[in-house]
């Protein structure tokens, strides 16, 4: 949910924002959606990296995917900034051939999807994110910005394969 849907939560509102979040997944069985949200918690909880755009936000339409990259997170590090650029992948198949799909999918992102994604996530940061640390993301996505010397991209993945419940 957004943070105005998530800040206006109160007993009588639950199960009808409850139904719209749910509205938002993917309705087909295996949609890898379930990954995403794992990739989520792991970048937020492991690398403090607070997502930048909320995709589930954008959806139109529950019969649909987010093209595009399945996280976008902004990290500090000491002085250098990263920015996340997530892929899962959760699938029945051999670690070898759910290892080739990410590798696969990464470069076809970095082909023809990263722009887009950067000029998404620029128009649409996170009412989460507050104060200095917005105005510093929209800095370092700004691509009319030369000064980044201290910033760096890395994909982060997240790779589930063979177990029966995928």
Known sequence: LSKQERDS??????RKLWKTAVRRFVKYPKTGE???????HLLECLEQAVQVVNKMVLKTSGNMHYHGADAIHFGVDGELRILFLGESKTEQKKFSEVLKSTLDSVNDYNAKKHEFDISLATGHISDDIQGELKQEIKKYLDPSNEDLKNFTYTHAALIAFEDKVL
């Open 9 to 14: 939560l109160d007993i009588d509102k639950l």
């Open 34 to 40: 379930f990954g995403e949200i794992i990739l989520f």
